[in-house]
């Protein structure tokens, strides 16, 4: 096996490799004058397993064709095999036409990526209309959760934490966790007019009143979900709010805003960045395994 890390991979896949006792290398990636994309493996892959690793943030699309490219020149070099460990796989979200005339872009992009790879692992993919991967990919999948990561960061850091979800999709974040360390949770209502337009309310009676409340979702984005869950949630003046993802997209200056909203953020490293303080490259490595 080659563990291979692409442009959005290389805060990964070395690690992965060295959990594995792989074989690790980078891609060369670069770009003609006119702009077009240059890919050059530096180590050979006949005949070998290739696990490419790749996270799908801010370049999105760019990263697409990196993939792909990467993926085919593989197979032209003759891998055994090409698996995709993609820790953020992106278009989850537009799963549906949900105005006449839009792209459902999951349902062009699962396709894709069936024909170059044997094998694709996504972590906490953002499955909502469509519920298993298999209605997203023909070849073979593997979904992966980073809620054991999160439950024992939570049980590690808090006492007696209350966990809450900002609306029903996220259950099986926060009640999930919560059910996993014995703690109590909450699922908000969640009502979205545009990408920055959410409104969100409490459903539950209940008392976070001096508590550890800690809102889990998977996706942080424009971070208006949170926002609004932070502004319900201080009504019932906590001790404190954490705010965990797994997938701390951090659109704009969200991160900024959620911490002047009083508070604290952690993230895993699905995307890197500052708050990046959960680790899945064993959840990946033991998958692979
Ligand atoms: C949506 O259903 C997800 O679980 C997240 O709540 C959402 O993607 C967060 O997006 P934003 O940060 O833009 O509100």
Same mark, same amino acid.
């Not at 070099?77 to 698996?83: D, E, P, S, T």
């Given at each position: ?18 959990r594995?006792?792989? $074989?690790?290398t980078?891609?060369k990636?670069?770009? +003609?004058?006119?702009g ?8 050979n892959?006949?005949? !070998?397993? /290739?696990?490419?690793v790749?996270?799908f943030y ?8 990196e ?9 032209e070099?003759?891998? !055994?095999?090409?698996?995709l460990?993609a820790?953020?796989?992106p ?5 549906e *036409?949900f105005?006449?005339?839009e792209?459902?872009?999951?349902h062009?992009?699962?396709?894709? +990526?069936?024909?170059y ?6 972590i ?6 469509e519920?298993?991967? !298999?209605?997203? +990919? ?12 999160i439950? $024992?960061?939570?049980?590690?850091h ?10 029903w999709?996220s259950?099986?974040w926060a009640?999930k966790?919560? $059910? ?13 007019y ?10 539950? *009676? ?11 979702d998977?996706i942080?984005s ?5 926002l $609004? ?9 906590p001790?404190?709010?954490?705010c ?13 805003k ?10 895993t ?5 500052g708050?990046?303080?959960?680790d899945v490259?064993?959840? /990946?490595a033991d998958?692979?395994?």
């Open positions: 096996m080659i563990v291979v890390s692409c442009s959005k991979g290389v805060h990964l896949g070395a690690k992965i490799a060295a594995l006792k792989a $074989e690790h980078a891609l990636v670069s770009r +003609f004058p006119d077009e994309l240059y890919l050059r493996f530096l180590k892959v006949r005949n !070998k397993t /290739v696990v490419l790749q996270s801010e370049d999105v699309d760019e990263m697409i064709v993939t792909l490219f990467a993926a085919a020149t593989a197979i070099l003759g891998a !055994k095999k090409v698996i460990a820790p953020y796989f278009y989850f979200r537009q799963d *036409r105005r006449k005339g792209c459902v872009s999951l062009v992009i699962g396709p894709l +990526f069936d024909r790879f044997d094998r694709i692992i996504v906490d993919p953002h499955l909502h209309r519920n298993t991967l !298999k209605h997203v +990919f023909r070849t073979a999948s593997v979904r992966l959760t980073a809620n054991p990561l439950a $024992e960061y939570i049980k590690r808090f006492r007696n934490p209350v966990l809450i979800g900002p609306d999709e259950y099986k009640r966790t919560a $059910e996993m360390i014995g703690a109590k949770s909450s699922i908000l209502e969640k009502k979205r545009s990408s920055y337009h959410v409104e969100v309310r409490l459903k539950d *009676r209940i008392d976070l009143r001096g508590k550890e409340v800690i809102i889990v998977d942080i424009t971070g208006h979900t949170i $609004e869950t932070i502004k319900n949630i201080r009504k019932l003046r001790g404190k709010i954490v965990i993802c797994v997938h701390g997209i951090f659109a704009g200056n969200s991160l900024r959620i911490r002047n909203a009083g508070a604290v953020v952690v993230a490293n699905t995307i890197p960045s708050v990046s303080k959960i490259s064993k959840l /990946v998958s692979l395994k």
